[in-house]
């Protein structure tokens, strides 16, 4: 059975098809040079060519500054190319499981938000995710719509790499002390979303983090000691004092209430999947 991962050049991406072979699927991972999901004719040659079973969409606008004032180029990636494969999976007889975000939620809760609390985003990025995931299930109502949060990995630009080269530039960092949520390991992120794809029970809209919560921070507290450097250099700042042209959530923490409906405990807590990523010589993360 050949699974198809679309934006497989990307953190997330990669991890995926890793995954998937790992357990013995039969992959085709291309990257946005070998299939644009925007352009259907490309996903059209795809299908026949590959006849996939299981597609995993890993492809995305992410540059969340950049979708502001790119609002329309952004929809196009986040949400007409998901509707494109959609199609195509619908035409073709095939399981899509599709990647979407927290920042479909306005940020201003307490608690967290569950699967079926109404979506509302305050920016561009979530909003042209937020159409992805109404015109996957628009279309597709067996598909899988894949939330998740503070994505970092060996692959690509994210937080927990930038905290390593400031590291090794800077005496102190600063950083944002007021947004709450949840740091997830791609590595761990990929083997909850081939578990989906392998289960046919598993439509409708699923939250995958890491367990537990904090602030970016804290966060950024935690790399530090796992990589041997003085946690103390890093010192709190406030959103507005940090400048950024986008406001994001202040509070982006998933309750993760469906898992156990497919028999599937909640992924491990952050600070533990940290810790493997320190450990794990292939993610070149975090390592003294």
Known sequence: MVWLVTGANGMLGHEV????????????????????????????????ALAPKVVVNCAAWTAVDAAEDHEPEAHRVNADGPRFLAAACALHGARLVHISTDYVFPGDATVPYREDHPAGSRTAYGRTKLAGEEAVLGLLPSAAIVRTAWLYGAHGSNFVRTMLRLMAERETVDVVDDQRGQPTWAADLADRLVTIG???????????????????????????????ADPDRVRPTTSAAFGSPVERPAFSVLDDTRSPELGLEPLRPWRDALRAAQRDPSSRLVRR
């Open 17 to 48: 098809a890793a995954r998937a072979r790992e357990r013995g699927h039969d992959v085709a991972a291309l990257g946005h040079r070998d299939l644009d999901i925007c352009r259907p004719d490309r996903i059209d040659a795809a299908f026949r």
């Open 198 to 228: 392998d289960l046919g029970s598993a439509t409708g809209t699923f939250h995958a983090t890491n367990s537990g919560d904090t602030t970016w921070f804290e966060f950024a507290r935690e790399i530090f000691r796992l990589a041997g």
